[in-house]
């Protein structure tokens, strides 16, 4: 898939304000500092599309962009740390999971996981949820030019063993790198199969 356009649409503080679910829409969500806004902006081929910021938990709303005016890609607030109160985290937690349930259009979510850092309970437990609600999602690794080529290999394996423990059968998985655009072609591809299923 080329990428001719990708532009801003809305910003929704709730699921209910989001644009008309008249497009197949891809969401992606991460703890914070996972380098959600850098991917988004890699996939995009714009540097500037999502914001990025050194603060972790900046993304506050349900950020639209229309991609080649066919599309939507989703920015979704992080989870886990975010130099916020209780209840404003509270108030996250009930948006985004109110989205995720609700948000018919949505073909695919995009799980965000530093392929450096080993498994953690918010991950794995956010991933159980989507499945034991029957979300359709993908577990994206990020950062993969942090690491060795054999690194990667290896706590990948880790994470993989980990979700066995949980799963019969594994969920897809994309490994990343926003530096080197590693993955891109793969994302883009799975979006663009995935589409044709739409209507």
Known sequence: MKINSADFSISSPDVAVCPEPNKPEYAFIGRSNVGKSSLINMITGRKK????????GKTMLINHFIINKEWYLVDLPGYGFAKRSKSERLKWEKMIKK???????????????????????????????????????????????????????????????????????????????SSTDYGRDDLLNYIEQTNKVFN
């Open 49 to 56: 599309l999502a914001k990025i910021s050194a603060t972790p």
């Open 99 to 177: 989205y995720i349930l609700n948000r018919t259009n949505m073909l695919t979510l995009f799980v965000l996981v530093d392929v450096r850092i080993p498994p953690q309970a918010i991950d794995l437990d956010f991933i159980e949820w989507l499945g034991m609600s029957n979300i359709p999602f993908v577990i994206v690794f990020t950062k993969a030019d942090k690491l060795k080529a054999n690194q990667v290999t290896t706590n990948l394996d880790k994470y993989k063993k980990k979700l066995y423990e949980m799963w019969e059968e594994l969920p897809s998985i994309i490994i990343t790198s």
